[in-house]
């Protein structure tokens, strides 16, 4: 997911460089929504390893 925010980033970059203002926006809203999802799944995966929820533990 972080790979597809990186290339919409990068695709507003170059549209903004082209001039295609609109293009440019939309592509960088699908990269911060994109980003900010990346970084939600990474925070629940952090907070869960934290606790130790899933692991397997052997007898």
Known sequence: MLKWALIFAV?????????????????????KALFVIALLIFAVFVALALLGIGAVRKP
């Not at 695709?11 to 990269?31: C, H, K, N, R, Y």
């Open 11 to 31: 695709i507003a970059v170059v549209a903004g460089l082209l001039g295609f203002t609109g293009i440019a926006a939309g592509a960088a809203g699908i990269a």
